[in-house]
């Protein structure tokens, strides 16, 4: 039987994902002149930072905002506007989060100390608590669309799996992708999560302090409510924290995101979304994630009984590998890979004290900085070209 002929292609920048890091890092590529191509596996970019339109309203996916940890100019969103000049609105507030104590708001101190059991859970849970915090007004699908319109259509590839990534001489040579196209680059930036790469690169090729640390960075998932009700003028704006049980807690974080974000389309009625975490190992499990959303509603419905009315929809998403801390992966420099001169990993260690959505954008500006670098001294050769054979 005759082998399937492997096509041959070639790039200077090869990204693999076009999520918020991919879609960050091939802007900031396309304003610095580098030649680069983005690969996404989806048929569309964006990954869990696009939304999803609904009933004529856009819905994101889960609670989406930031931290501010110090100055307002160093904030992850706020960065990226500023050094793609950006057409976005950013909605910030400082009101601190509310938890409720029998039927009384009152101010949200932390979740005590965590069993070894949800020390990850309880870490997530508490960034997203931290205050103040910032979002993109309106909707995030709003920077997924000015990111786009900075990357032109040659540049793009959809529907393209990376199924292997190739190593020689302790850098990488080439991806596959699909199966059937062998894409060679100089460099090369991984923006999915790290627990990926195992799978990727060729056996061997990761040092046993890489595999265990990677086996630490096993992402979460994301069980998220959205709920559409009639107007509710007394909504508070504020992050809310619910808890039941207190041996085996659920906990779940919620907000008005309709109070929170003036310029969001709500036609007339009020959004929340409602958020509750799972552990890698019941992620994939579909009875175990239903058991979550049923404790997780319950937990939201005795909070407030009027969102669950006959004039009230919802929609529920699960979202897995969504989130996870990845700073203990070891990366030289600013974010390559140790042991591969020429892999980055966008997601990995990052200047701040950023997670996820502001990992995903402080680690592709460092990415994209590294490689203008490059541009400059190291290899001239990557800037754009038309010699540069593209797919």
Known sequence: MATAKIAQKKTSVAIIGGGLSGLTLAASLERAGIDYLIFEAQSEFGGLIKGQLENGLWLDYGLKSL????????????????????????????????????????????????????????????????????????????????????????????????????????????????GDTEVSA???????????????????ALTSKHVQKISKTEPLTVASLDIVSPRLPMAPKNLLVLQDGVEDPTYVIGQFISQADPMRQTHGGTISTWMTLVAPEIGEEDEEVSKVIRNMKRVVKKAFPELFGDSCWERILVATSALGQFDQLPVERTQALSGFSNLFVCGGQTPGKYRNVGAAIDSALSVAAELETAAKTVAPEIRASDSISLI
């Open 186 to 204: 100089r460099y090369f930036v991984f923006t999915l999560s790290p627990s990926y790469l195992k799978d990727l690169l060729p056996a061997g």
């Open 67 to 178: 931290p501010v940890d110090g100055e307002m100019a160093k904030q992850p969103l706020v960065k990226l506007k500023e050094a793609l000049n950006l057409n976005i609105p950013i909605e910030s507030w400082t009101e601190a989060p509310l938890t409720q104590n029998k039927s009384e708001w009152i101010p949200f101190v932390g979740f005590g100390a965590p069993s070894n059991k949800t020390r990850q859970l309880i870490e997530e849970l508490t960034y997203y608590t931290q205050s103040p915090r910032v979002t993109v007004s309106g909707g995030w699908n709003s920077l997924v669309t000015e990111l786009l319109a900075m990357i032109p259509e040659k540049r793009r590839r959809v529907r393209c799996e990376v199924n292997q990534i190739k190593t020689t001489d302790g850098k990488v040579s080439s991806i596959l992708v699909n």
